[in-house]
Structure formats: structure tokens, C-alpha cells
């Protein structure tokens, strides 16, 4: 099946600095999703983003569907952005199951 | 509309009892899912459905079954619980048709002592 990798692992910011989350995936896919896990353990759909560039505030997300990856920005970080991020990919063939990244966790403080 | 419905919250069992966890969606979408999520591992895909009446199998399927006996509810099962189920299970529904977004639930959050 496909592999989902994201990077860094870990990321520790203070509050109003600037990221980049990085996720690569090794075949083509029908979709892209990237998700927050907050510390409560509630996830949440950030973007739905196969391709092209999506912004939402300080978030914005970028795949380059042909070079197999996609960024996740986050400017001016907030405390609230701390939790993890998770990149899903849905392999092409229709299969409409999602495969997960083990996700960046990332902690920002004040 | 309250999106993806789990219960129990929290459940504690013994080795060897066994439970159901229940998913509820009132988003009239065709795909459902569970997934269990341990430190450091993600999320893995134990069963899913793509419609009322059917069911598949996951990355992850050994000691779980489902049924989806109603469009709106997807029913996970332990027969017979082990302490490597402990594991927060999360249910997730979308509709492929629009949006392609998937929705989770708040999770349930199961040790088996």
C-alpha cells in the first residue's frame, strides 16, 4: 500500500513564529486531507487539498500532487495550534480508504 | 446536526469480556470507519463500510467485528477483549460524493486490564 511520511516528528515553537509540516506519500492519490488532533483528542479537518494551494487564516497547505508531497504553514503560531497534525492520503484507484501519517506534534509556547 | 456520535466515552474491561462500541452519523453519508490510535502509530484503519449492509476489513481487522445494519450507524465489536486492544478507537464518516471530507468522532477511549 501506500506509505504516508511526515516531518518533523516533533516541533517545539514559541508563540508568533512561523512552521512548515511536510508530508510525502510514495504513489498518486485521489485526495489529500490534513487533520489537528487537539489535546483533548477531538480531530479536525483542516483541508481537503489533492492539489493546488488553500488558505484558511493563518493556515495554508500546498500539494504538489506531481512531486508526491504536500506543506502545511502556520504562521504566527498560537498556543491553541499545539496537538498534532496528521496528513491522509487516498491512494488513486478509487479506493476511498485513507492512509494516515504517524503526524508532527507540535507544541507552542506563550 | 451533531456530526459523528461515539459511546461510550470511556470503557474499562477485563481480558476475555466483550463490548460494542457504537458510531452514529446524522449526515446521511454512505462511508463509515473505525480506527484505533496508539502513541507514536497514528491512525489504523480496523473495519470500514461503504454503504448500509456492507462491511471490510482494514489494516487491523484480527479480534473486531461491525455490523451496519442501519445507513447511519456503524457498530464496532470485541468478542473477546485483550489487554493489546487498549487503544483509543475513533469512528469517522464522508461522503465521497461531495466534499470528500472526512468527520471523526470525539473518540472512546477503552482499556482492557
Known amino acids: 500500500g501506500i506509505q504516508v511520511e511526515q516531518s518533523p516528528p516533533d516541533l517545539i515553537l514559541q508563540e508568533g513564529a512561523n512552521s512548515t509540516l511536510r508530508c510525502n506519500f510514495s504513489?498518486?492519490?485521489?485526495?489529500l486531507q490534513w487533520f489537528h488532533q487537539n489535546p483533548w483528542g477531538q480531530l479536525i479537518n483542516l483541508f481537503y487539498?489533492?492539489?493546488g494551494t488553500k488558505q484558511n487564516g493563518r493556515l495554508s497547505a500546498t500539494t504538489v500532487a506531481t512531486e508526491r508531497y504536500s506543506l502545511l504553514y502556520i504562521s504566527s503560531s498560537q498556543t491553541t495550534d499545539s496537538g498534532v497534525y496528521f496528513c491522509?492520503?487516498?491512494?488513486?484507484?478509487?479506493?476511498?480508504?485513507?492512509?494516515f501519517g504517524r503526524g508532527t506534534s507540535l507544541i507552542v509556547h506563550p | 446536526n451533531a456530526g459523528v456520535t461515539q459511546t461510550p466515552k470511556f470503557r474499562v474491561l477485563k481480558t476475555g469480556q466483550s463490548m460494542t462500541l457504537l458510531c452514529a452519523q446524522d449526515?446521511?453519508?454512505?462511508?463509515m470507519y473505525w480506527y484505533r490510535q496508539d502513541p507514536g502509530m497514528g491512525l489504523r484503519l480496523i473495519h470500514y463500510?461503504?454503504?448500509?449492509?456492507?462491511?471490510a476489513k482494514g489494516e487491523v481487522p484480527d479480534g473486531y467485528n461491525v455490523s451496519r445494519l442501519k445507513k447511519q450507524n456503524f457498530l464496532l465489536g470485541l468478542e473477546s477483549a485483550a489487554p493489546s486492544q487498549t487503544s483509543v478507537y475513533f469512528c469517522?464518516?464522508?461522503?465521497?460524493?461531495?466534499?470528500?471530507?472526512?468527520?471523526f468522532g470525539p473518540g472512546t477511549r477503552l482499556t482492557v486490564l
Open positions: 469517522a464518516s464522508t461522503d465521497w460524493t461531495s466534499g470528500n471530507e472526512q468527520f
Open positions: 504513489d498518486s492519490v485521489n485526495n
Open positions: 487539498i489533492p492539489s
Open positions: 491522509a492520503v487516498e491512494q488513486s484507484g478509487g479506493s476511498y480508504i485513507p492512509t
Open positions: 449526515m446521511n453519508h454512505e462511508y
Open positions: 463500510s461503504v454503504g448500509e449492509g456492507t462491511t
